[in-house]
């Protein structure tokens, strides 16, 4: 009869009816009264959203102090029921470190046997470390199932702690759980999810995950499942750190375990391509993996991010219009509503929304980053400040919220604090191109023109070597161009603002930048023409306007200066000019200078034509 309620009870549970399960679980329990079918009967409960019954269950039967599996389902309920600081109490503060494996090459391994573990091969010589030696020993006379669920109440203590807003505590808890046990993938998806580690951090606590702790059949197949769970867990780190090595997993898990069109690959990819500002490439991946899962919340807020710096506003309208009917109780269809918003400039309204989805979810990262930002639109720089403050306090591991950080004293041109918040965000990812450009800026203001220099230089290039669009960074060749004008090195601000220009950056400032450079070269009439094409894209620009009027000016003087040249034969004459004009131009500009005692062109300077990244970009 037991057998026979046994596989009732599990034919139940796999069909999902629940209230039979309960039913005849808690008639097999009267009749086994056995510890194991109690926790089973709770389990169930536990399925059905029933918390405070599975609870309670547990709590009759004397089951949370009878092993580990029954104190992480009873704190897993208490949390359910937003009770931490229970929880805590049934879970304890403290992580098991001593199951924690060591990096050792020469720790045993973990045998199966018959459901018990027992030790492997003994341990060579002394590695000075007897610690580690104990703790390898301690571990390996636990059961593999007990060492499961010692990393599943890690991670629910880092649950606990992120909620008491104790990030620094929950991280540890999480990076011990994955320690423990490297297929603990809620712990180590709470860690990047919540961005608690740096780029670097990342992938040094990668490098110092044990994966060969994954059992197989014979070692072959330990290794192959130690390679695919490390790969598996590469493509979720940071983008802006080792994209060879990102690639190279991508590639290997398309390829060779066909996984090319899985929704968790397609979307490290597009988080890639947005990380190089290829928008079209991110929105054709993430679109097409809404295609077969529309309701896969984790895409929603890198497809959103995508549809607004493309502007496509109707796409954005019809997408909101659909969350909010279908799902009005998660949080990222608020934050779609607040894209839209601020994508058509209707800031207050955005605004609204970004608030009402940070409330669902404290912690949802994309609706803080979206409510500061309505506040920076608005020019509204102390209240950005101060929820850019909130969200790196939130999500320590990235740089964004200390670039926009920096980005926003900028404006208000506190070029001390700037630099400084900069330097922060540079220190957790220091292959931002963004970032770069506005600490450039910012050494450009502060007129250390080198440093400016370096730091642009720098940019581009890890823009060309991350095969970033070239498009993105007109912004930072531009001011590139102005910090080598500074520097009074014109022929390379020359090729720079050129360069700007082949790329489709056909802005009034670059022409006028352009014409002030020439102009410095002494090539007058290439001047005039570069500011005519500057008056054609602004008309009322005051700086075109006036530097023309010099251009023009310069020009005559030295018309003037060189027409009385005599020639010895008529048919050289129009040669002789053009090549008087540009050999002696230079010394005619100085004696028009002498003579006259006009200003350097080179002291017509305007920070304005400076270009500074949008933080909504």
């Given at each position: ?20 399960a ?5 008639k097999?329990l009267?009749?086994?009264n056995?510890?194991n ?18 609870q ?8 949370v102090e ?10 897993h309920?208490?949390?359910r ?7 805590l109490?049934?879970?304890?503060e403290?992580n ?12 045993r391994?973990?045998h ?42 890690c ?6 702690f992120?909620k008491?807003n104790?990030?620094?505590r ?14 603990c ?18 992938w ?17 197949t ?17 983008k802006?750190?080792?994209p ?5 997993a ?5 390829t ?24 079209k ?50 949080p ?36 803080w980053?979206?409510?500061?930002h ?11 400040i ?12 990235t ?13 208000l041109?506190n070029?001390?604090l ?5 330097n ?8 931002d191109p963004?970032l ?7 050494f ?8 400016a ?25 531009a001011?590139?161009?102005?910090a080598?004008?500074?520097?009074r090195?014109?022929?390379l ?23 002030l450079?020439?102009?410095?070269m002494?090539?007058?009439?290439e001047?005039?023409?570069?500011l005519h094409?500057?008056?054609?894209v ?20 030295l ?30 500009r ?5 003579d ?15 270009i ?6």
């Amino acid at each position: 009869m037991q057998q026979i309620l046994k596989d009732w009870r599990q034919d139940a549970m796999q069909k999902h009816q629940y209230e039979s399960a309960i039913y005849i679980g808690d008639k097999l329990l009267a009749i086994t009264n056995d510890p194991n079918d109690a926790f089973f009967l709770a389990q169930v409960h536990f399925s059905t959203g029933n918390y405070t019954r599975a609870q309670s269950f547990l709590d009759n039967h004397d089951l949370v102090e009878y092993n580990s599996a029954c104190r992480y389902l009873a704190a897993h309920c208490q949390i359910r029921q937003g009770k931490h600081e229970e929880a805590l109490s049934i879970l304890g503060e403290k992580n098991p470190n001593h199951l924690i494996l060591s990096p050792s090459k020469t720790r045993r391994k973990l045998h199966h046997t018959n459901g018990t573990l027992r030790p492997g091969s003994k341990h060579g010589k002394a590695t000075g470390k007897p610690e580690r030696i104990e703790k390898s020993e301690e571990r390996d006379r636990e059961n593999i199932t007990n060492i499961k669920y010692e990393a599943g109440m890690c991670y629910l203590r880092g649950i606990c702690f992120a909620k008491q807003n104790s990030f620094d505590r929950a991280k540890e808890c999480y990076k011990d759980a994955v320690r423990i046990d490297v297929q603990c993938f809620e712990a180590f998806d709470q860690l990047m999810k919540n961005s608690l580690l740096s780029p670097d951090e990342e992938w040094t606590f990668l490098d110092s995950l044990e994966f060969d702790s994954l059992s197989g059949e014979d070692n072959s197949t330990s290794q192959e499942a130690a390679q695919f769970t490390k790969m598996l867990y590469t493509t979720r780190l940071s983008k802006y750190k080792n994209p060879t090595e990102f690639n190279h997993a991508s590639e290997t898990l398309s390829t060779h375990y066909n996984l090319a069109t899985n929704p968790d690959i397609l979307l490290s990819k597009a988080e890639l391509f947005f990380t190089q500002c290829r928008f079209k490439q991110a929105l054709a991946l993430t679109s097409s993996i809404l295609e077969t899962d529309e309701y896969n919340f984790s895409i929603y807020p890198l497809h959103l991010a995508c549809l607004h710096e493309l502007a496509q506003t109707n796409t954005l309208f019809l997408l909101s219009h659909r969350l909010a009917d279908l799902y009005p109780d998660q949080p990222t269809t608020w934050l779609a509503v607040g894209v839209y918003y601020l994508s058509i400039s209707q800031i207050a309204e955005a605004r609204r929304f970004f608030s009402k989805a940070s409330v669902m979810d404290q912690h949802f990262g994309p609706a803080w980053i979206g409510f500061a930002h309505t506040f920076a639109a608005e020019g509204e720089h102390d209240q950005a400040i101060s929820a850019y403050a909130q969200a790196a306090r939130l999500f320590q591991g990235t740089h964004l919220p200390q670039l926009f950080l920096g980005m926003q004293n900028l404006q208000l041109n506190n070029m001390n604090l700037a630099h400084e918040y900069l330097n922060a965000a540079r220190a957790l990812c220091s292959t931002d191109p963004l970032l770069l450009n506005e600490l450039g800026v910012v050494f450009y203001h502060l007129d250390h023109l080198s440093e400016a220099i370096n730091i642009f230089n720098n940019a581009l290039t890890i823009a060309a070597d991350i095969d970033s669009d070239p498009r993105a960074w007109i912004a930072t060749r531009a001011n590139l161009g102005h910090a080598y004008r500074r520097q009074r090195e014109w022929a390379l601000a020359l090729q720079e603002f050129e360069e700007v220009l082949r790329q489709g950056g056909r802005d009034a400032g670059i022409f006028c930048a352009k014409g002030l450079v020439l102009l410095e070269m002494g090539r007058s009439w290439e001047a005039v023409c570069a500011l005519h094409e500057a008056l054609a894209v602004g008309p009322q620009d005051p700086i075109a306007t006036d530097l023309l009027s010099r251009a023009l000016e310069e020009n005559a003087s030295l018309q003037g200066w060189g027409g009385g040249m005599e020639a010895e034969d008529a048919e050289d004459r129009e040669f002789d000019k053009i090549l008087a004009g540009r050999k002696q131009g230079p010394a005619g500009r100085k004696s028009r200078r002498k003579d006259k005692g006009k200003q350097r062109f080179s002291e017509v300077e305007d920070d304005s034509m400076m270009i500074m990244s949008d933080e909504e970009d």
